[in-house]
């Protein structure tokens, strides 16, 4: 995992708009844009930024183009951020 990516992809309130967005589901690059008061070329980059942070997946349907969530990178990311603080549900109870 390229964590250095990924950060960039979430240091961006775009960026992380639209993966709020995706996880209520899978949305054309159309829909995604509509939520947003910037360019098509803007969200298209947006989206290019997180696809390649491997946070989200796209698929195309005839000329549309689907995008969803990637939910394993944002585990990997929970898990490191999780060790890098040292702390575990372990340690709580004690």
Not at 2 to 22: M, V
Not at 23 to 30: F, I, Q, V
Request: glycine content about 4%; overall charge negative.
């Amino acid at each position: 995992m390229a964590i250095q990516h990924t950060l960039k992809a979430l240091s961006d309130p775009i960026r992380r708009e639209i993966l709020n967005l995706l996880k209520k589901g899978r949305m054309s690059a159309g829909e995604i844009t509509e939520k947003f008061p910037v360019t098509a070329a803007s969200i298209s980059r947006h989206l290019s930024v997180l696809r390649e942070a491997d946070l989200i997946r796209d698929t195309r349907e005839g000329k549309f183009i689907f995008y969803e969530l990637n939910t394993s990178v944002l585990e990997e990311i929970m898990l490191w951020i999780t060790d890098l603080k040292g702390e575990t549900d372990n340690d709580k109870e004690e």
